[in-house]
């Protein structure tokens, strides 16, 4: 019988470590992973938008009878077909599925008694609410190679204007900041999900269902880091766990220290540049806006 009793939930602002995290936990023979299923572009056809925060753009009662059916593998899928497939992508998708689709039926499929794994950084506002029940991981990343990352993959963080509305305003420094010639959209957005992810956190009580996981410390020390969200699992930090946290490092790369442009996930390049980086991304002015912003300047 499959456990839905306590399944384990993977969240965090995107670019903060989710997705290897992801890859580490599912590696344990305990463990079986969902990817994004509150993707509005491509998870569970109950979802229309990104980012839903219970109690504000969401019910609390809808968005846990939507989890509910999730976690006891009830749900229905979007194609994920966009204008911008191929043609044999948007074949695939239809008669195959997309990334969410195949993980949610490889779970019903093969995986009949591990404990399900959700990996979703669309599920970052509702971490509170999934805490009242469920184990929850927070990821998070500093600004600067965060906002490097936003600014390389090419993202803006449109969501801002309906999500903005539920915090106070005199608590949003970041709003009125606009792009121009020195500073890029994506760093603008960077800093203003920051800013809501930072007040939306401020707001959680003290709960010991939520551990906040450093995508930093993960960099600098990944046995450490790991083995210690391991322990407050409770689940064994095996060896092919450590061989999964070995292979994502990639440090044989030594001279491979800046990932491609728009890839999300380069397996390429050598994982220990990845808070370093943006010193070659982004300009002196976004680097200089950054560092007041964290540190309570003018901005």
């Keep these: 019988m499959k456990n839905f009793k306590k399944p384990i939930i993977i969240s965090g602002m995107p670019r903060t470590g989710t997705t290897p995290l992801g890859r580490i936990l599912s590696s344990s023979d305990d463990l079986s992973m969902i990817y994004e299923p509150f993707n509005a572009k491509q998870g569970v056809t109950s979802i229309e938008?990104?980012?839903?925060?219970?109690?504000?753009?969401?019910?609390?009662n809808r968005f846990n009878k939507i989890f509910n059916d999730l976690i006891h593998l009830k749900s229905k899928f979007k194609t994920g077909i966009l204008s911008t497939?191929?043609?044999?992508?948007?074949?695939?998708?239809?008669?195959?599925?997309?990334?969410?689709?195949?993980?949610?039926?490889?779970?019903?499929?093969?995986?009949?008694?591990?404990?399900?794994?959700?990996?979703?950084?669309?599920?970052?506002?509702?971490?509170?609410?999934?805490?009242?029940?469920?184990?929850?991981?927070?990821?998070?990343?500093?600004?600067?190679?965060?906002?490097?990352?936003?600014?390389?993959?090419?993202w803006n963080f449109t969501e801002y204007d309906k999500l903005s509305k539920f915090f106070s305003e005199s608590e949003l420094k970041a709003r009125m900041l606009k792009p121009s010639k020195k500073i890029s959209s994506e760093v603008i957005g960077a800093i203003q999900f920051y800013e809501l992810v930072d007040l939306y956190k401020s707001k959680i009580n003290a709960n010991k269902n939520i551990y906040y996981f450093s995508q930093n410390k993960l960099v600098e020390d990944p046995i450490v880091e790991v083995k210690a969200l391991f322990e407050w699992l409770e689940l064994e930090f095996s060896e092919t766990v450590k061989k999964t946290i070995t292979e994502l490092k990639n440090d044989k790369n030594l001279n491979k220290n800046l990932p491609k442009k728009n890839i999300q996930h380069d397996m390429s390049y050598n994982k220990k540049f990845s808070n370093k980086y943006f010193t070659e991304v982004l300009t002196l002015y976004e680097i200089e806006l950054i560092e007041n912003f964290c540190s309570g300047g003018e901005i």
């Design 49 to 60: 938008f990104n980012y839903p925060y219970p109690g504000n753009n969401i019910s609390e």
């Design 85 to 154: 497939d191929s043609i044999l992508k948007k074949i695939f998708k239809y008669f195959i599925g997309n990334e969410s689709s195949i993980s949610f039926h490889r779970v019903r499929l093969f995986k009949d008694d591990n404990r399900l794994l959700i990996k979703d950084p669309f599920l970052i506002f509702s971490s509170s609410e999934l805490s009242k029940n469920y184990k929850v991981i927070f990821c998070e990343r500093p600004l600067k190679p965060l906002a490097s990352s936003f600014k390389r993959m090419n």
